[in-house]
Each structure stands twice: as C-alpha cells, then as structure tokens.
C-alpha cells in the first residue's frame, strides 16, 4: 500500500494491492479493517478505499507536496514532511498553488529549519519563571537573524506585506 502511494502519489484500490501481494481482494478488505481497527488506515464509508494512510492522504488536501516530479497529498502539515521522511527524498510542498488556485493571498514562507530556529528561540524559556514575550525590538532582532524581513515580519508595520 505505501510503496503504491510512494510511486503513484495515489491511494491503491483493493485490486491494487491484491494483485500485488497475491491475495484474493475479500482479503484485501479484511486486513484494511483490521488496519483501520489499529488506526494505521482512515476508509471511507464503503470500507475499501482509503481516505489516510499517514502521512498520506488519499484525497486531495491543501498539503500538496512534489517530490521528484510525483504529486502527493497528506492530511496536515505535520504530515507533509512526513511524506517526504517516507519517501527520504527531497520534496516541496506546494502551498502557492493551492493559494493561487483557491484566490488565497500568500504570505511569506517560513523554511522548517527557520521554523524551528524561530521556535526554539521564542519559547525556549517559556517554562521559566521569569518568560515574558519578546519586546517588539527583541521580535525585529530574532525574524532577522533567521533571515525573516519585511513589513509581514515587523510586529509594529501597520501592513501584511508579502
């Protein structure tokens, strides 16, 4: 099932997977039932076609990733660099064209390695007695060193820029 999502970017039908693992396709839906009584499959209703395996979605989602030319969904962001993790290949996630497609506005992206920078520096000390937000200055000085510039990322502009 995973290796057909990693190759296709699609869920496998139940045929699928049987003429895969030589299996008959009753048995196919039986073992999705027990995965799904494991919560390691999400189906729809008619308990053949898989809605999650994550991190993949089996229906389209706002989390688009590509990776090597091959479109995937998965079902939250979190899961998104899941698939990439899967696949242990680089990929993309494809934010502007669902912005683009739905008429959303972009904003300016964050990259997981600035994410995790801006993270660790914000809340570091948040168990600490002493933790205060970060003053408006301290904000500027911490988006900048990160490489974060730009109206968006000035806590007193008056405007969202892109």
């Known amino acids: 099932m995973y290796r057909?999502?990693?190759?296709?970017?699609?869920?496998p039908?139940?045929?699928?997977?049987?003429?895969?693992?030589?299996?008959?396709?009753?048995?196919?839906?039986?073992?999705?039932g027990r995965l799904r009584a494991q919560r390691v499959l999400l189906l729809e209703p008619d308990g053949a076609t898989i809605r999650m395996a994550p991190p993949f979605s089996g229906v389209p989602t706002q989390h688009r990733i590509e990776s090597e030319g091959i479109g995937y969904h998965a079902n939250c962001a979190w899961d998104a660099l899941g698939v990439v993790a899967a696949l242990r290949r680089p990929g993309v996630e494809r934010v502007r064209e669902w912005c683009?497609?739905?008429g959303v506005p972009i904003r300016p992206l964050v990259s997981v390695a600035q994410l995790w920078t801006l993270a660790a520096t914000w809340y570091s000390t948040r168990l600490q007695p002493d933790s205060r937000r970060p003053r408006p200055d301290e904000m500027r000085e911490i988006f900048a060193g990160?490489?974060?510039?730009?109206?968006f990322w000035d806590p007193r502009a008056d405007s969202v820029g892109t």
Do not use: E, M, N, W
Request: charged share 20%; proline share 3%.
């Open 13 to 32: 039908s139940p045929d699928d997977v049987a003429a895969v693992v030589a299996a008959d396709v009753a048995a196919v839906r039986a073992a999705y």
């Open 4 to 11: 057909h999502f990693a190759r296709t970017g699609t869920a």
């Open 100 to 102: 683009a497609a739905r």
């Open 146 to 151: 990160i490489g974060l510039a730009g109206d």
